[in-house]
């Protein structure tokens, strides 16, 4: 995104919001069409999405990819009407999503996500347990993980099902074995 003076004063949609190009200063996030700035994440935030992200990268077939930071459509409305973006601490997608995007351009798709991850941060807390579980699902995102970096560090790993949106089996310390979406096994107590 370029940096933003001011904001627009209406409602944006995708297109819109892609157009708005890369902003190094800020992370602004799209809901409902209103531009919305989330806070810079800490050191320790950036150092547990890191691991995370190297463990599952570790783990993940060739021709799937983690990506950190990225703007991802919810793709909750038509493309004429304002937006849902968000902007999850990880995603886990396809190379071909990747590579459409730097063909095509615009933003990631939630069709194409198998996977996303957030971290809790002290001002996250009820974003991403609640008003992210909600979009997530409705954007029929497979699989959603919330990580809790306190000590001991936690996952909670939903998964879709079906009109009840998401369901999980309950937060889990030390070590997360899955065969969902992929075969991994997350050792919580390595990150950070």
Do not use: C, F
């Not at 950190?68 to 190379?95: F, H, I, K, M, Y």
């Not at 809790?120 to 990580?147: L, N, T």
């Not at 560090?153 to 070590?175: F, I, K, N, P, Q």
Request: net charge negative; glycine share 8%.
């Amino acid at each position: 995104m370029t940096a933003l003076p001011e904001p627009p004063g209406r409602l944006l949609t995708i297109s819109e919001y892609a157009e708005l190009g890369e902003d190094d200063r800020y992370r602004w996030e799209l809901q409902e069409g209103n531009l919305v700035m989330s806070p810079s994440p800490s050191p320790r935030h950036m150092l547990v999405s890191g691991e995370l992200r190297d463990q599952l990268t570790s783990q993940l077939p060739g021709s799937v990819r983690v990506v950190q930071d990225v703007d991802v459509d919810l793709q909750l409305t038509a493309a004429d009407q304002p937006g849902w973006s968000r902007r999850p601490d990880l995603v886990v997608v396809d190379q071909v999503a990747v590579d459409r995007v730097e063909t095509e351009g615009g933003l990631l798709r939630a069709a194409e996500v198998a996977l996303v991850v957030e971290i809790v941060s002290p001002g996250s807390r009820r974003m991403d347990y609640v008003i992210k579980r909600g979009e997530y699902a409705d954007a029929g995102i497979g699989h959603y993980w919330v990580v809790n970096p306190d000590r001991p560090v936690s996952l909670l790993a939903h998964h879709l099902a079906g009109d009840l949106g998401y369901a999980d089996d309950g937060e889990v310390t030390g070590v997360y074995p899955t065969a969902e979406p992929y075969q991994l096994t997350i050792t919580l107590d390595e990150l950070a």
